[in-house]
Nanobody, 120 residues
Framework: QVQLVESGGGLVQAGGSLRLSCAAS????????MGWYRQAPGKQRELVAD???????YYAHSVKGRFTISEDTARNTVYLQMSSLRPEDTAVYYC??????????????WGRGTQVTVSS
């Protein structure tokens, strides 16, 4: 069983920064991709950013230029550096890892989430 443990959330003022961490219980190169999702109250969970094996990244339009996803394979950890935070970034942030077992089967793992609150 894979465990993903997020940390680094908290309360920050608009314009501030936070760094989220996601520690995996197994080698992160076995997942493709790993990413961060968020869910605000009353809204659907949305993909914020992900990183694939080989290092290619994706960012949602709303965070491009402000958030950076990175990984440390030695620590089996994925990070989300968030800068220039806005009140609309307030959400629970979830770490996600996907692992393809075969062409028709994909395993999907989730952390429990970490709250990020941005005050105006």
């Amino acid at each position: 069983q894979v465990q993903l443990v997020e940390s680094g959330g908290g309360l920050v003022q608009a314009g501030g920064s936070l760094r989220l961490s996601c520690a995996a219980s197994r080698a992160i190169f076995s997942f493709d991709p790993m990413g961060w999702y968020r869910q605000a109250p009353g809204k659907q969970r949305e993909l914020v950013a992900d990183i694939s094996v080989g290092g290619s990244t994706y960012y949602a339009h709303s965070v491009k230029g402000r958030f950076t996803i990175s990984e440390d394979t030695a620590r089996n950890t994925v990070y989300l550096q968030m800068s220039s935070l806005r009140p609309e970034d307030t959400a629970v942030y979830y770490c996600n890892a996907k692992r393809r077992i075969n062409p028709s089967s994909l395993e999907d793992y989730w952390g429990r989430g970490t709250q990020v609150t941005v005050s105006s």
